[in-house]
């Protein structure tokens, strides 16, 4: 009778334990998870790119003469890879070229004309005027002579009258001469010199003044035919040509190729969700997975958080773009290839995500810059 007893007694003690280990079971379940720490990640899509990349823009409305790069080809500095033609550049050129070899002339003549001027003392016929008068009166004396014995013979029927109206306009001419010889005898006591070299100055800096405003010109459409030719500012991959056919016209701004400097090393633009992206920080550690090869049998990508963008006319709920930049790959990164990203968060416990409120502050963040992006646009 006692047996039942005791089995049921020893059955309720079993029980009465288990009940214990289940509870400090679970006591123990939850205290580890409230104190266990995981490592969280936020999940993203970008595109492979170099950390150095030039975008290379046509500086004007063109033609295009000739194609001499490819994508995927390596160039060095200062290779061309597309030019372009403007013919009305041209003809303006020439067309300047011409009025500033205009403008030189006559600033050349100017400055003859001044020096003439200075040696001769008013210029040739000014310098000889004073000496001809003294000779055209004895001229005009000795004609008036010959006029009288003329007339007197005339008279007589000795001489004929055609005869003395040549001498008359002989003797007009010779007066005409000494009337101009002494009309510039008074100039130069006038001062006629200092109105000379006043006007021949003055042609001069007006001459100048158009010989520097066509030089400057003519060095702008330089630079500007200079500009058609689109070279490689660095060393490089031709990541893409943008323009296919000769002939084909280009817009002012339009983009017309890219190089990238691989030697500077490879970035990743990844846009993210705005779930825990204030747990994102400079430094953080990133693995990236890519359609070119298997992150199983090669390996992931891995990487460091080198800065947020948020466009500056985005919500702050929209998104980011998390620049990485790449630091390890089992195989080379293709430019312009797509991946996926795993940017990893700071451990934290499943009590502090319970907990944690946001301490996002967006002023913080660039709108429309990068951090930590040297290469250029």
């Known amino acids: 009778m006692c047996e039942p007893e005791f089995e049921l007694a020893n059955i309720n003690f079993r029980k009465g334990w288990l009940r214990v280990l289940m509870i400090l079971g679970a006591l123990m379940l939850v205290s580890g998870l409230f104190f266990m720490r995981l490592d969280l990640v936020v999940e993203g899509e970008g595109v492979v790119e170099a950390r150095k990349t030039a975008r290379l823009y046509a500086s ?5 003469k000739a194609i001499r790069a490819e994508a995927g080809e390596e160039v060095s500095e200062g290779a061309v890879l597309v030019e372009l033609s403007d013919e009305a550049l041209g003809r303006e050129l020439m067309e300047v070229r011409l009025q500033k070899a205009a403008g030189g002339k006559e600033l050349r003549l100017a400055l003859l004309e001044e020096r003439e001027l200075e040696l001769t003392g008013g210029g040739l016929e000014l310098d000889l005027a004073g000496d001809a008068l003294a000779l055209q009166r004895e001229q005009l004396a000795t004609l008036e002579e010959v006029q009288a014995i003329y007339r007197t013979l005339a008279e007589t029927g000795s001489v004929s009258r055609l005869e003395l109206l040549d001498l008359d306009a002989r003797f007009l001419a010779s007066r005409r001469e000494q009337l101009m010889n002494q009309r510039r005898m008074d100039l130069r006591e006038a001062g006629v010199m200092s109105v000379w070299l006043e006007g021949l100055r003055a042609r001069q800096e007006a001459a100048r003044a158009t010989v520097a405003a066509l030089t400057e010109r003519e ?33 002012r701004g339009m983009l017309l190729a890219g190089v990238a400097d691989v030697s500077a090393g490879y970035e990743a633009r990844v846009f993210v969700g705005d779930r825990n992206v204030d747990l994102i920080r400079v430094g953080s550690p990133v693995r990236l ?3 070119v090869f298997s992150s199983m049998a090669e390996g992931y990508i891995r990487g460091t958080v080198s800065g947020m963008v948020m466009d500056a006319d985005a919500s702050p709920g929209s998104g980011f773009e998390v620049v990485v930049a790449l630091e390890e790959w089992p195989v080379e990164p293709v430019i312009g290839s797509r991946v996926s990203a795993e940017i990893i968060l700071q451990r934290q416990g499943v009590a502090g995500l319970l907990v944690r409120k946001p301490d996002r502050d967006y002023s913080v963040l660039l709108t429309g810059k990068e951090v930590g992006h040297d290469g250029p646009e």
């Open 60 to 64: 004007r409305e063109a033609r295009v």
């Open 219 to 251: 060095q702008t459409l330089v630079a500007e035919l200079a500009a058609l030719t689109v070279r490689a500012p660095h060393a490089g991959r031709v990541t893409r040509v943008f323009v296919r056919d000769v002939g084909e016209r280009v817009e």
């Open 289 to 291: 997975e890519t359609p």
